[in-house]
T-cell receptor
Framework: DAGVIQSPRHEVTEMGQEVTLRCKPI?????LFWYRQTMMRGLELLIY????????DSGMPEDRFSAKMPNASFSTLKIQPSEPRDSAVYFC?????????????FGSGTQLSVL | QKEVEQNSGPLSVPEGAIASLNCTYS??????FFWYRQYSGKSPELIMS??SNGDKEDGRFTAQLNKASQYVSLLIRDSQPSDSATYLC????????????WGAGTKLIIKP
C-alpha cells in the first residue's frame, strides 16, 4: 500500500490567493482527518470525515477554510483567501476504525508558506 | 492547565541509556493514550498505545499508564541515535470515538 498521499509537498503563495491541498487516504480506510501543525500551537485537528461525510469541523479556524471529500479516495482542503498566519504544515491522516486502539496513518504533509 | 502536557525538552540522553518521556493529562482525556514519534520534517508515526493501568512493552519501548496520578510515560531502553526525534503524546477525549488531544511534544536527542 502506498500510504496516505498528499500533494503538493510544498506550496508557496501570496496573501489573498486560493490554496488547495489534496489527499488520497489509504484504500479501505473510512475515516479521514485534516490536521495543521505549527510550532506555537502544535498539532490541531481541523476537520474529520467518516464515509465521506464531514462529522466535525469545529476545528476549522474560520470561513476561509473549507474541506470536501467527494469520494472515498480523495479529499481537499481549501483556503480562500489565504493569509500569512495560515503558514503551517498540513497533514492528512486516515484510519479504518476508531476506538481505544485507533492508529492514525499520516501523509507526508504539505508545507504551506503564505507570503 | 492544558489537557495534555509534555515537557518540550530537549531531553538529552547518552547512547545506550534509558530515555524517559512523560505526559500528564486532565480529567477530560482519560480513555486511551498514544505515543507518536515524529522525525524532523516528517509526519508522526504511532509507536505505542495504552489504555489499561500498568506497563505495556514492545521491544525496546515500554509505555506506562497511571490513571490515579494522571500520567503516561514512554521508556526507551538501549537508546540509539536513530531514536532522536520529537515524541508526541496524544489522549482520547472521554465519551468520544474520534477526538484526540495532542501534547506539544518532547524533543529527544540521543548523544553517541
Amino acid at each position: 500500500d502506498a500510504g496516505v498521499i498528499q500533494s503538493p509537498r510544498h506550496e508557496v503563495t501570496e496573501m489573498g490567493q486560493e490554496v488547495t491541498l489534496r489527499c488520497k487516504p489509504i484504500s479501505g480506510h473510512d475515516y479521514l482527518f485534516w490536521y495543521r501543525q505549527t510550532m506555537m500551537r502544535g498539532l490541531e485537528l481541523l476537520i474529520y470525515f467518516n464515509n465521506n461525510v464531514p462529522i466535525d469541523d469545529s476545528g476549522m479556524p474560520e470561513d476561509r477554510f473549507s474541506a470536501k471529500m467527494p469520494n472515498a479516495s480523495f479529499s481537499t482542503l481549501k483556503i480562500q483567501p489565504s493569509e500569512p498566519r495560515d503558514s503551517a504544515v498540513y497533514f492528512c491522516a486516515s484510519s479504518n476504525r476508531t476506538g481505544l486502539n485507533e492508529k492514525l496513518f499520516f501523509g507526508s504533509g504539505t508545507q504551506l508558506s503564505v507570503l | 492547565q492544558k489537557e495534555v502536557e509534555q515537557n518540550s525538552g530537549p531531553l538529552s540522553v547518552p547512547e545506550g541509556a534509558i530515555a524517559s518521556l512523560n505526559c500528564t493529562y486532565s480529567d477530560r482525556v482519560s480513555q486511551s493514550f498514544f505515543w507518536y514519534r515524529q522525525y524532523s520534517g516528517k509526519s508522526p508515526e504511532l509507536i505505542m498505545s495504552i489504555y489499561s493501568n500498568g506497563d505495556k512493552e514492545d521491544g525496546r519501548f515500554t509505555a506506562q499508564l497511571n490513571k490515579a496520578s494522571q500520567y503516561v510515560s514512554l521508556l526507551i531502553r538501549d537508546s540509539q541515535p536513530s531514536d532522536s526525534a520529537t515524541y508526541l503524546c496524544a489522549a482520547r477525549v472521554m465519551d468520544s470515538n474520534y477526538q484526540l488531544i495532542w501534547g506539544a511534544g518532547t524533543k529527544l536527542i540521543i548523544k553517541p
